[in-house]
T-cell receptor, first 112, second 116 residues
Framework: KQEVTQIPAALSVPEGENLVLNCSFT??????LQWFRQDPGKGLTSLLL?????REQTSGRLNASLDKSSGRSTLYIAASQPGDSATYLC???????????FGAGTQVVVTP | GAVVSQHPSWVICKSGTSVKIECRSL??????MFWYRQFPKQSLMLMAT?????????EQGVEKDKFLINHASLTLSTLTVTSAHPEDSSFYIC????????????FGDGTRLSIL
């Protein structure tokens, strides 16, 4: 059974520092991996999607890498801002229908 | 970008009431919709997968008769919590995906359900 783990569970950094969020999964047979952002009491916003054949994806200050063989993905957020404060979730797609298995998330606080 | 609308955003009702939550894809045809449940400070747990025109597929441990899912069109899926009890109180989130399953899922803003 696929298990997704995110470390750390919580992270607090001063504004301007780079953020590094880790995600690991136990079964490398995935279709893709997605990173999401969730603000308190809200739904999820898709940040990046990495297909199983890709190694990384970039969007603005965000960069996500994928090492399928070792079951790891890392989300980098450059030059963090207070507006980046949120919970970040990674999820792997485990079948062709798009079913997602989520990690527990990393709660990020960026202090001014 | 793709938008998924979920309604209502917040419901408070008495124990024994049935509550219906709607999930609509506003600008694309959602071949598949997913329903998740989220407890405070926990991650999302998939409840069921809903395909247009067919019966929903429920995850292990999810009561089909308790959580009724209808996906009547390519833009609308509904989740009905029947005879709700306090333990059903939770945050329910839907997501939708188009014909290509390797595209990002688009999530609604969630429904906070509180049963008194």
């Amino acid at each position: 059974k696929q298990e997704v783990t995110q470390i750390p569970a919580a992270l607090s950094v001063p504004e301007g520092e780079n953020l590094v969020l880790n995600c690991s999964f136990t079964d490398s047979a995935i279709y893709n991996l997605q990173w999401f952002r969730q603000d308190p009491g809200k739904g999820l916003t898709s940040l990046l999607l990495i297909q199983s054949s890709q190694r990384e994806q970039t969007s603005g200050r965000l960069n996500a890498s994928l090492d399928k063989s070792s079951g790891r993905s890392t989300l980098y957020i450059a030059a963090s801002q207070p507006g980046d404060s949120a919970t970040y979730l990674c999820a792997v797609s485990t079948d062709s229908w798009g079913k997602l298995q989520f990690g527990a998330g990393t709660q990020v606080v960026v202090t001014p | 970008g793709a938008v998924v609308s979920q309604h209502p955003s917040w419901v408070i009702c008495k124990s024994g009431t049935s509550v219906k939550i709607e999930c609509r894809s506003l600008d694309f045809q959602a071949t598949t919709m997913f329903w998740y449940r989220q407890f405070p400070k926990q991650s999302l747990m998939l409840m069921a997968t809903s395909n247009e025109g067919s019966k929903a597929t429920y995850e292990q441990g999810v009561e089909k008769d308790k959580f009724l899912i209808n996906h009547a069109s390519l833009t609308l899926s509904t989740l009905t919590v029947t005879s709700a009890h306090p333990e059903d109180s939770s945050f329910y989130i839907c997501s939708a995906i188009g014909q290509l399953s390797n595209q990002p899922q688009h999530f609604g803003d969630g429904t906070r359900l509180s049963i008194l």
